[in-house]
């Protein structure tokens, strides 16, 4: 009778799993126009611009590309780009650990508020953000008086650009941990201290690493909008060549005064950080499904 009852069921799953094959099951010239209709968007619109951006490059030579970026003012925009990325990145590090870390494991009044602030960079434009900036910091701002009585230049200056960076880039760690750290819940942190560990120790040998792959992420989502932020970094910048140019910034002007090969050869260089920026994010979700 077990037995009986026993290949009912497994008839009964054989069945069950048929059918899930079958409703899931398209025509082959379904899955091959939903194919070629992603192939054709990946490659009109991803694709085929990369690669106009590189031939546009070399397309006077190697000796005009490398003159483009080794000249004195892309090689300011080029330092200006990673030191301002080497700085927001850093404190971004900091401040999305520990608001991740206060909105995971406490509750306390304001809590949705700093959710709601966390995320306001994706919800206002960057030209909106480098103009408010202007507003409080600019010589005829809310604290101009004050920082021109003291010799301090904000905007029009490398701090400008700094403190845009680190606007634009502030979800991007914060909104990778805080999903992580809320699923995995408070259990293990509990129970070391429990057994007498202290909140460094806590953080250290244990919730870095759980969530040391997420961090790493969203670190490398951060570095690569902080190089290449346009908008609220071109309305800080003041556009002062040798000065206060970004990488982004020094394309367009580039572009504008039609030296389209130094151009298309300072936005290759962008291009391939990207790409690099892509196999190191390719490299952090193997090892995360590895571990």
């Excluded at 070391?192 to 759980?210: C, D």
């Amino acid at each position: 009778m077990a037995a009986t009852v026993s290949t009912l069921y497994s008839h009964h799953d054989r069945a069950a799993l048929l059918e899930s094959r079958q409703a899931t099951r398209e025509n082959p010239w379904v899955k091959g126009s939903i194919l070629v209709a992603a192939l054709s968007f990946f490659g009109v619109f991803l694709l085929l611009p990369l690669l106009v951006v590189f031939v546009e490059a070399l397309a006077k030579g190697w000796g005009t590309y490398i003159d483009a970026l080794t000249e004195p003012d892309a090689r300011s925009a080029i330092w200006l780009t990673l030191g301002a990325a080497a700085i927001s990145v850093p404190l971004n590090l900091v401040f999305g650990v520990a608001a991740a870390w206060a909105i995971t494991r406490f509750e306390f009044r304001g809590k949705q508020l700093l959710i709601t602030l966390i995320d306001l960079p994706f919800s206002v434009s960057p030209v909106v953000a480098g103009l408010v900036y202007v507003l409080v910091f600019s010589n005829h701002g809310w604290f101009g008086p004050w920082l021109s009585a003291h010799d301090i230049k904000i905007i029009f200056a490398i701090p400008g650009i700094v403190l845009a960076t680190v606007f634009v880039t502030v979800p991007f760690i914060a909104r990778e941990l805080i999903p992580l750290m809320q699923a995995q819940g408070r259990e293990e942190e509990e129970a070391a201290v429990v057994l007498g560990a202290r909140g460094w120790q806590v953080f250290w040998h244990v919730t870095l690493p759980n969530i040391r792959w997420a961090l790493l992420y969203g670190v490398i989502l951060s570095n690569a909008r902080a190089m290449g932020e346009f908008g609220a970094v071109s309305v800080v910048s003041g556009h002062i060549r040798g000065e206060t140019n970004t990488l982004p910034l020094h394309v367009e002007i580039l572009y504008n005064e039609y030296n389209f090969a130094a151009a298309f050869a300072v936005a290759s260089l962008l291009a391939l950080l990207a790409l690099l920026t892509l196999v190191v994010k390719s490299w952090v979700e193997w090892r995360a499904r590895r571990d």
